[in-house]
Nanobody, 124 residues
């Protein structure tokens, strides 16, 4: 499956953005879809995932209450709604696909397909 993330941009503190990830050359219906981000000089950080069997959402504690993941298997897309953005949310955001379902801690190595990323910049 090929993935392409979009929706990034520049916002001020407290603003919102909605990232979208569209799959091509395959269906997301049998994939757990995830979102990660990577800030300069930092490791890639897990944010959220949505499992393929039930659509159960797993959201990292650090962004719980501000970030929401959703998927639409008919449209072959997964979205990340980000509210109350902060300067520390500035990073490149990536969507990814995994064939795994049950993982205690999601890591980049659990995902086999990646989109190119979209830049999110939050100014104070």
């Amino acid at each position: 499956v090929q993935l392409q993330a979009s929706g990034g941009g520049s916002v001020q503190t407290g603003g919102s953005l909605r990232l979208s990830c569209r799959a091509s050359e395959g269906s997301i219906g049998r994939y757990t879809m995830g979102w990660f981000r990577q800030a300069p000089g930092k490791e890639r950080e897990f944010l959220a995932a949505s499992t393929w069997n039930t659509g159960r959402a797993i959201v990292e504690a650090s962004v719980t209450g501000r970030f929401t993941i959703s998927r639409d298997d008919f449209k072959n897309t997964v979205a990340l709604q980000m509210n109350s953005l902060r300067p520390e949310d500035t990073a490149i955001y990536y969507c990814a696909a995994s064939t795994r379902l049950y993982v205690n801690t999601w890591r980049p190595s659990d995902f086999t397909a990646w989109g190119r990323g979209t830049q999110v910049t939050v100014s104070s």
